[in-house]
């Protein structure tokens, strides 16, 4: 009978890893990815081990054969108490390199002496390292400079065998390597802390633009709320009321009807103006004035008048300079509060807006009061959009003023700002 011959082997794919190599990467990606996730505590700790057997069989007599097993005990003693400090470098950054430095001083003054043969270096370098990326550049150049102490023992140390003939070309190879890797590693540190910083700057960077666009989001939704929501309610309040006259009072009707329009011109001409703002900057926003303000006020009062308010205007003390945005912010807290009158309180209400200018600290007081004894329109939930208070109370916080809003005990709603004129800010910068 013939035996089955064992099938022959597939031969490896080019450029593909056996099985086993595959095993093996993958677990040291994985070790290593743990590694990069692990707590700072214990990466140093990883280091300060890592650092420990290349410190000692590159800058000592540890691994010569003539070396006696009390003599590697007392250097790798000495070595650990070194690589055991930088379990902390990132904590107290200085305070290790400090430690580092003496017990690196320390160890070439021991050879010196000839306890052991051991220059520790990689604790050394580590700690410089630390020092140039996480402190600023005081502390890191005062450390570059603190090295080249323990640097000139090791030269001396690796010059102490070498014959008076090959010294001086010696001295300038041992020298150059010390002086270069300690440079080196000192650059990298602060090329680190370099681009730590720069990006830093660009998440800062970022965070201010990210606010500054929410910013202008809550700038252009007040905008709009106090130009199409006061226009739109003033409109439709108009149109109701001349649903009721339609057929008793056409004249009446008909001017209705001339004030829907003109409202709605109004509101056109602002939203006109407001495109524009967005779509300029600001030395051509400045060139063309901030639209409406305090001087403003009458045709408000007769739209509001119009639609059935009965408002009026009383004004006290000697009137002062705002600035644009001032002046737009007492405009646009007059218009809200009368439109939520007109809204709330509804026609028939009374209601008295009252500019107090107090020149002993350069503000202007705005108070607007109704008497909640109107008629209010029986869909006025719909013409509420729910941010006209929020908005006000933004607007004055911006200009440095007070707000505050609520209901009276008679029944009516009272609204109250201070803002400040251009002598309280002129006041300010001379104190």
């Not at 089955?4 to 994985?30: F, I, K, Q, W, Y």
């Not at 060139?287 to 509001?304: I, K, Q, T, Y």
């Amino acid at each position: 009978m013939l035996s089955a011959s064992p099938a022959p082997a597939a031969p490896a794919t080019p450029g593909r890893a056996a099985p086993a190599d595959r095993a093996v990467m993958t677990g040291l990606g994985a070790v290593l990815g743990g590694l990069y996730r692990a707590a700072p505590a214990v990466q140093d700790s990883v280091l300060a081990a890592a650092l420990l057997l290349p410190d000692l069989f590159l800058f000592s007599d540890f691994a010569l054969p003539n070396v006696g097993l009390a003599d590697r005990l007392v250097t790798v003693g000495y070595a650990v108490l070194g690589c055991a400090a930088l379990t902390a470098r990132r904590r107290t950054p200085r305070t290790v390199f400090g430690y580092v430095w003496v017990h690196a001083l320390g160890g070439e003054l021991l050879t010196a002496v000839a306890v052991f043969d051991y220059s520790p270096t990689l604790a050394l370098l580590a700690a410089l390292y630390t020092v140039a990326s996480l402190q600023g550049a005081r502390p890191a150049v005062l450390a570059l400079v603190c090295v080249t102490v323990p640097v000139a023992l090791s030269v001396r140390a690796a010059l102490a065998d070498v014959p008076a003939a090959e010294r001086l070309t010696s001295l300038i190879g041992v020298a150059c390597f010390y002086g270069l890797l300690n440079l080196e590693v000192w650059g990298v540190g602060r090329w680190v802390r370099a681009g730590r910083s720069a990006a830093a700057r660009d998440r800062l960077a970022l965070a201010r633009a990210h606010e500054a666009i929410l910013s202008e989001r809550a700038r252009t939704a007040r905008e709009l709320h106090d130009i199409v929501a006061n226009a739109v309610t003033v409109m439709v309040l108009q149109a109701g009321g001349a649903r009721h006259v339609l057929r008793a009072d056409p004249d009446r009707v008909e001017h209705a009807l001339d004030q829907i329009e003109s409202s709605g011109k109004t509101a056109v001409a602002e939203l006109r103006h407001m495109l524009l703002v967005l779509r300029t900057d600001g030395e051509r926003l400045a060139a063309e004035g901030s639209g409406f303000g305090l001087a403003d006020l009458d045709p408000l009062l007769n739209g509001v008048r119009q639609a059935g308010l009965d408002a009026h205007l009383e004004v006290t003390g000697v009137p002062a300079t705002l600035t644009r945005g001032v002046d737009l912010t007492a405009y646009r807290l007059v218009q809200e509060a009368l439109t939520n009158a007109a809204k709330h309180a509804g026609p028939g209400a009374a209601t008295v807006v009252r500019l107090h200018w107090r020149g002993a600290d350069g503000r202007l007081s705005i108070e607007v009061d109704d008497d909640g004894r109107g008629t209010p329109a029986a869909a006025r939930s719909e013409l509420s959009t729910g941010h006209g208070l929020t908005g006000l109370r933004e607007r004055v916080a911006v200009c440095g003023g007070t707000f505050h809003a609520g209901p009276t005990r008679e029944g009516g709603f009272h609204v109250a700002a201070t803002l400040p004129t251009e002598e309280h800010f002129r006041r300010e910068m001379a104190s």
